[in-house]
């Protein structure tokens, strides 16, 4: 009897908080460059630092949608051919929406956009016992 796979696939909605998140931090930090170098024109900012992210978010969106990690077996595995022996695993830790997992070697990888992040790093903990 094979195993079946646990998945865990990136969040739409995660996604969109992380960049509406970006697109404030973005907007504020070009309004306040452009304040500090006296520019009369500093709500421009807002608008560039707006059209960056959604463009960014747009442009990665199928792409970083369609990362999935999955637990076989005794190994977390990860887009781009990423493998985790889930003995390795040193430290899980969370990130907004992202679950970081730090190997004993100190090799680091992340699992984007989960809806949960807490979960996540409880499934991979109890499989990893």
Request: hydrophobic letters at 45%; aromatic letters at 8%.
């Amino acid at each position: 009897m094979t195993e079946t796979p646990i998945r865990f696939t990136a969040d739409r909605q995660a996604y969109i908080q992380n960049h509406i998140t970006l697109a404030a931090v973005a907007m504020a930090l070009a309004m306040f460059i452009l304040w500090m170098m006296g520019s009369p024109h500093v709500w421009t900012g807002a608008i560039a630092g707006l059209a960056g992210i959604t463009a960014r978010g747009w442009f990665l969106a199928s792409e970083q949608l369609a990362e999935v990690w999955e637990i076989t077996g005794d190994t977390l595995n990860g887009p781009g051919g990423r493998r985790v022996p889930l003995d390795q695993i040193e430290t899980l830790r969370s990130m907004t929406s992202f679950v970081q997992v730090i190997t004993k070697d100190g090799d680091k990888h992340l699992i984007k956009y989960q809806a949960d992040p807490a979960a996540t790093i409880a499934t991979i903990e109890r499989h990893s016992r």
